[in-house]
């Protein structure tokens, strides 16, 4: 199976910056797509930054200009840079990866068990 494990949340204040990392590992046959996404208390998730195996990004207007997401295809990392940080942007974030394990059938999306951004004074 894939396995996904987040790092960096913390608690920073507005203004400041945070870097979040996601380690995938796993037997990956082909990857599509990776991502972030946070989730406020009793919402739905909602996509942060998104990346293609192409280098192809894309952010909601909320956090474009100041999170920019990348990936480290020999590491096997994917990266959330976040700066100027806003007491909204307070969220519980979680990584994505869309991939196939084998040749056959659609791609299914894992997710990583999510760390904890507060911003706060």
């Known amino acids: 199976q894939v396995q996904l494990v987040e790092s960096g949340g913390s608690l920073v204040q507005p203004g400041g910056s945070l870097r979040l990392s996601c380690a995938f590992s796993?037997?990956?046959?082909?990857?599509?797509?990776m991502g972030w996404y946070r989730q406020y208390p009793g919402k739905q998730r909602e996509l942060v930054a998104s990346?293609?195996?192409?280098?192809?990004?894309n952010y909601p207007d909320s956090v474009k200009g100041r999170f920019t997401i990348s990936r480290d295809s020999a590491r096997n990392t994917v990266y959330l840079q976040m700066n100027n940080l806003k007491p909204e942007d307070t969220a519980v974030y979680y990584c994505?990866?869309?991939?196939?394990?084998?040749?056959?059938?659609?791609?299914?999306?894992?997710w990583g068990q999510g760390t904890q951004v507060t911003v706060s004074s």
């Open positions: 990346i293609t195996t192409d280098g192809n990004t």
């Open positions: 994505n990866l869309n991939c196939n394990l084998n040749p056959y059938g659609s791609p299914l999306n894992y």
């Open positions: 796993g037997n990956i046959f082909s990857i599509y797509r």
